[in-house]
């Protein structure tokens, strides 16, 4: 029997949505408000937001009467020849809902790509082929790469989870690709000691991602002063810490060592969030004042950035994988010139070695 080609996958998206109201039946589309007032914010302008939103003038004013009803008090401040700003209240909802897309999109993508997998199965089973599965942290060049396989039509399994739990999970045979990052210069054979547990010289080999920037994120214009993890011990300076697991937890274990400070003595240690881009947001909405991630997150949020270290960031694979079929689509625009660009793009991110496949030796020599 002739193997079936199986036609182009599927794609799934699932999105939060808001909806606020005292009952029932009166409720709020606060998604679209939330659009509108995030737009307001970055024009300075209903009439802007409205156009940029494809919404007409009376539209926007008839869901800003109906939120200001709903919640008691004004979202903007309306000042002749001035513009328009969020009110306190608007900036709340403007922030919430950063925070929650943060928090939310690394779970929502690896469930859209776990539906995906099952709308999936009988297509790939016809062709007799098979996924592959890539587990990684939510980073934004592994985000990038997510989105170009999407557009070239190659089909992978994507399950965001910490770089420990991927390297563990490769090891185990559940994953062909697996992300992880290590700081360059003093920290690395001490944090590289914690992936080669479960990695394999004569089994594994490394695909460069990028280099990138890790630092400290603070409020714009840092108005606090901090200048260096010494300052997380500053009496009532609030920070925000990643999970165990993440290879940003174990940077900032390492750092806080070399410096002699106990994670007792950081107030916030034990509040965490699971991603940079929700570090970030975390500190922009004022629930922190600091927080540790990669200098795009800092950036998108309007942070100031206090640089730390650069870093390096692989995919584990086994290395018998890397001669799969089923592997070389995904290599082949890990390597591609767009996805070089699209990591050279990122703020604080390098990619002058990106798709290079290296042995364990060669990136960290003997403590391999």
């Not at 990684?136 to 790469?145: E, I, N, P, R, T």
């Not at 280099?211 to 409020?219: K, Y």
Request: hydrophobic share 45%; charged share 20%; with cysteine.
């Amino acid at each position: 029997m002739a193997t079936r080609t199986a036609p182009p996958p599927l794609h799934v998206s699932v999105q939060p949505h808001w909806r606020v109201g005292r009952d029932a039946q009166d409720t709020l589309d606060a998604t679209a408000l939330l659009d509108l007032l995030a737009t307001v914010q970055g024009t300075g302008s209903i009439a802007q937001a409205g156009r940029e939103l494809g919404l007409s003038y009376r539209h926007v004013w008839g869901l800003l009467q109906q939120a200001e009803a709903l919640f008691g008090e004004p979202l903007l401040l309306r000042g002749r020849g001035r513009g328009s700003a969020l009110t306190a209240l608007g900036e709340k909802l403007v922030w919430a809902d950063a925070r929650i897309g943060a928090r939310l999109q690394p779970l929502l993508e690896s469930l859209s790509s776990e539906l995906e997998g099952e709308l999936g199965r009988v297509q790939r089973r016809a062709a007799q082929t098979q996924t592959p599965r890539l587990h990684a942290s939510h980073g934004f060049a592994v985000a990038a790469l997510r989105e170009l396989l999407t557009a070239d039509e190659v089909a992978v399994d994507v399950r965001y989870r910490n770089s420990l739990e991927s390297v563990a999970a490769l090891a185990q045979g559940e994953c062909e690709l697996a992300g992880f990052h290590v700081p360059l210069g003093e920290f690395e054979a001490a944090a590289a000691q914690r992936f080669l547990t479960w990695l394999r010289p004569d089994e594994h080999r490394l695909v460069h991602l990028a280099v990138r920037a890790q630092g400290l994120f603070v409020a714009p214009g840092n108005p606090l002063a901090v200048h260096s993890i010494d300052d997380l011990t500053r009496p009532g300076l609030r920070f925000v810490n990643r999970p165990e697991g993440s290879g940003t937890r174990v940077l900032t274990e390492l750092l806080l060592q070399r410096h002699g400070i106990s994670p007792r003595a950081v107030t916030g240690y034990d509040n965490t969030e699971l991603t940079h881009a929700a570090v970030a947001a975390y500190v922009a909405s004022g629930m922190a004042d600091v927080g540790i991630g990669v200098q795009t997150a800092a950036h998108r949020f309007g942070l100031h950035f206090i640089p730390l270290l650069r870093e390096r960031y692989f995919f584990a694979v086994p290395a018998d994988a890397l001669r799969q079929d089923r592997l070389r689509p995904v290599l082949a625009v890990l390597r591609s010139t767009a996805f070089r660009s699209r990591v050279a793009a990122l703020k604080g991110y390098e990619a002058a070695h990106t798709g290079e496949v290296l042995t364990l030796t060669e990136a960290f020599g003997r403590s391999s």
